[in-house]
């Protein structure tokens, strides 16, 4: 009875706490905090399918209590009833009949009776206790399931991924991966810089720019602050993550900021924006070939939209 419930309650009462929690993601714009923003109105209409679909398995789903369970719960064999001893029809000597039993006679053959019967009775409420401890435990984890899912879907605040990300995947890890074409100095002369994140900055930085470009297109970009591992004493990252489709590819993109002792100013994680120009990397350490020298390093508010696409 109790496993007839959980596998027919539990299912649709955690797919149920997720298609919601969806859906409120979409409808207050949060959504885009782990998905690609082209992906979002597929996402929440697919949700509300599925919400459909789920209230509709409450409405028609048959009652969780099986029609067996009686039979389920009863030892084997009725109670009471036990298999008469054979018995043996043998002639005296007289010529008379006697019924021999076969096995205890008398006083002997009750008592070994109610013994039988006492003990499958011992045993029966024995396996109805294992039953109902077995079936409590896992209502009770069912439970706790439900309750961390709630709490997870609906009560914790939408966060974006930040440093603690960043420190488990490595900055610039996804850049490089691929050979980019060299870009040409005539599409170099019409791209307008102003509204380059560190995405764009980085991706730039790959194809080899050149130097003229670099000194003539200065940098103004947003983002939260991390050490660069090689260098952190005098080198930390500007850094974005970039979305592919949702926040499991999600990859940290930095710009290397050449600014010694950065520590005394900034705090890990926090949002800064940063402008200068860049330059070949002055590090003795850092592994970037370029990094920002900056003009003006200042706290900024955390970005509304975290990620770049």
Known sequence: ???????????????????????????????????????????????????????????????????????????????????????????????????????????????????????????????????????????LSAAAIIVAAIFAMLVLPPAPLSLSAAEQRSVNSSVGSAPVAPISDEQLASIDTSTFTVKEWTTYLNMGVSAEFLAENPVDVTGFVSADTNDPDNVFFVTRFSITCCAVDASPLGLAVYHPNWQNELTEGKWVRVRGGIVPNPSAFSTETYSVVPTDVEPADDATEPYVF
């Open 1 to 139: 009875m109790h496993d007839n419930f959980l596998r027919r309650w539990v299912g649709p009462v955690l797919a149920l706490i997720g298609i919601v929690a969806m859906l409120w993601l979409g409808l207050t714009g949060k959504l885009e905090l782990y998905i690609h923003p082209r992906y979002v109105v597929f996402t929440v209409v697919m949700a509300v399918i599925g919400l459909v679909f789920t209230l509709a398995s409450f409405v028609m789903a048959p009652q969780w209590r099986d029609k067996h369970t009686h039979d389920e719960d009863a030892a084997p064999g009725t109670l009471g009833q036990n298999p008469a001893s054979p018995t043996l029809t043998t002639s005296a000597p007289d010529g008379s009949a006697h019924a021999a039993s076969s096995g205890a006679p008398g006083t002997a053959s009750r008592r070994s009776r109610r013994a039988d019967r006492g003990a499958r009775a011992g045993a029966a409420r024995s396996g109805r206790a294992r039953r109902v401890a077995k079936a409590t435990a896992l209502q």
